[in-house]
């Protein structure tokens, strides 16, 4: 009986063993693939924000140049600087929120918080009297920021609650049936289609 005891102990300590070495690498690697996977996610979010913010631009200012002639020249000046400080809102819940995921809902405000710390979105609360001007709903919104090189903005903190609850709500309340921001394949955690 000791001889085969003897023998399986020989048996398995020749089997390779990982080295500490090893198992560092992999795990650097693990978290290398899941922070290039964070960046790609805030690439996307802030590239569709872009995109929403331009549409919105233009379209903010293709209605401001439909009725500019009907304006005094105080109102026009009033108005087109208006549109460009506020032309580029887009529904925060539209853009951030992913009907089919709470999860990826969660993710898209997180990564959309890494945008607004660095400088190149900001979040805002647009009013009935902005909502009648501009179009759109009264609420949160969001816009993207074009930041000079080295100019970081003063750092602000907002905490947010959020659960499921909440999420499900806003989504009905918005009308929200398709994120702005893509839906990634492939989670766990996605709702399935009745």
């Known amino acids: 009986r000791k001889?085969?005891?003897?023998?399986?102990?020989?048996?398995?300590?020749?089997?390779e063993e990982e080295q500490p070495e090893e198992l560092d690498q992999k795990k650097q690697k693990a978290d290398a693939d899941k922070l290039s996977a964070v960046e790609r996610n805030m690439a996307i979010v802030n590239k569709v924000l872009n995109q929403k913010s331009s549409e919105a631009y233009a379209k903010a200012h293709e209605a401001f140049k439909e009725e500019e002639d009907t304006l005094d020249p105080e109102e026009r000046k009033r108005k087109k600087k208006r549109v460009k400080a506020k032309g580029r809102e887009?529904?925060?819940?539209?853009?951030?929120?992913?009907?089919?995921?709470?999860?990826?809902?969660?993710?898209?405000?997180?990564?959309?918080?890494?945008?607004?710390?660095?400088?190149?979105?900001?979040?805002?609360?647009?009013?009935?009297?902005?909502?009648?001007?501009?179009?759109?709903?009264?609420?949160?919104?969001?816009?993207?920021?074009?930041?000079?090189?080295?100019?970081?903005?003063?750092?602000?903190?907002?905490?947010?609650?959020?659960?499921?609850?909440?999420?499900?709500?806003?989504?009905?309340?918005?009308?929200?049936?398709?994120?702005?921001?893509?839906h990634?394949?492939?989670?766990?955690?996605a709702r399935k289609k009745k």
């Open 90 to 182: 887009v529904d925060a819940v539209q853009h951030l929120f992913n009907p089919k995921s709470f999860t990826q809902t969660v993710e898209n405000i997180f990564h959309f918080s890494f945008l607004v710390k660095k400088g190149s979105a900001g979040i805002a609360v647009r009013s009935e009297k902005e909502a009648k001007e501009f179009g759109g709903v009264p609420g949160p919104v969001v816009r993207a920021y074009s930041t000079k090189e080295g100019e970081t903005p003063v750092p602000k903190q907002a905490i947010v609650s959020l659960n499921m609850r909440d999420w499900r709500d806003m989504c009905k309340a918005f009308e929200v049936t398709e994120s702005d921001i893509p």
């Open 184 to 189: 990634r394949k492939g989670s766990k955690h």
């Open 3 to 15: 001889k085969r005891e003897k023998r399986v102990v020989e048996e398995e300590s020749d089997d």
